[in-house]
């Protein structure tokens, strides 16, 4: 016969990597891609959370690469400076990963990267490797996927490698969502 209401705070144990490829502006020939594929993530983290932290657990298990069967044969976009909030358009979504936090040096077997094949002018094709850290990060600082944050990766294909642009969505800042039990 009695009501009682409680709040639960909720903490997403994951990271995700959201990757949206576009090719670099003046690139006139037709790119395509073929695969997108994501390695570094790690499979295991501890369930133990306190006060704002998730340890991470020893030894790390690091999963397989995983490749987003999503990759569509759709000719790229443009990514220009006026337009650079284009990427952030679901068209141009071409992998959703998950891992749980790691932090991993960048010369590290283990660092989280990406692995993007397309097809240039549907004959010649190419596989442009990229660890997900954002450009201008200095190579002594650790790649960190945190848990409970979307990382926005624009993934963008030039005629020599892959630049990699990086926004993250921090869950704190997420929209309050209502779920009813």
């Known amino acids: 016969d009695e009501n009682i209401s409680v709040n639960i705070s909720l903490k997403r ?3 995700r990597v959201d990757v949206f490829v576009l090719k670099e502006a003046g690139w006139a020939a037709d790119v395509k891609v073929t695969k997108v594929e994501f390695s570094g993530g790690v499979k295991n983290t501890m369930l133990a959370y306190q ?3 998730v340890n991470l657990p020893e030894p790390l298990n690091f999963d397989a690469t995983r490749t987003f ?3 569509s044969d759709t000719s790229l976009e443009t990514f220009e400076g006026d337009n650079a909030l284009i990427w952030q358009q679901d ?3 071409r992998g959703s990963f998950y891992t749980y936090r790691t932090v ?3 010369t590290s077997p283990n660092v989280p990267k990406l692995a993007i094949t397309v097809k240039v002018n549907d004959n010649i094709e190419k596989t442009y490797t ?3 850290a954002d450009k ?3 190579s002594n600082t650790p790649v960190t996927l945190d848990a409970g944050n979307v990382y926005r990766i624009c993934a963008i294909m030039t005629k020599t490698g892959l630049v990699i642009e990086m926004q993250v ?3 704190e800042g997420a929209p309050v969502y209502e779920l009813d039990f």
């Open 13 to 15: 144990l994951a990271a």
């Open 130 to 132: 990229a660890i997900i």
């Open 51 to 53: 006060e704002g932290v």
């Open 104 to 106: 991993q040096p960048q």
């Open 91 to 93: 068209k141009h979504l």
């Open 136 to 138: 201008g990060t200095d």
């Open 169 to 171: 969505a921090d869950w």
């Open 69 to 71: 069967s999503g990759a």
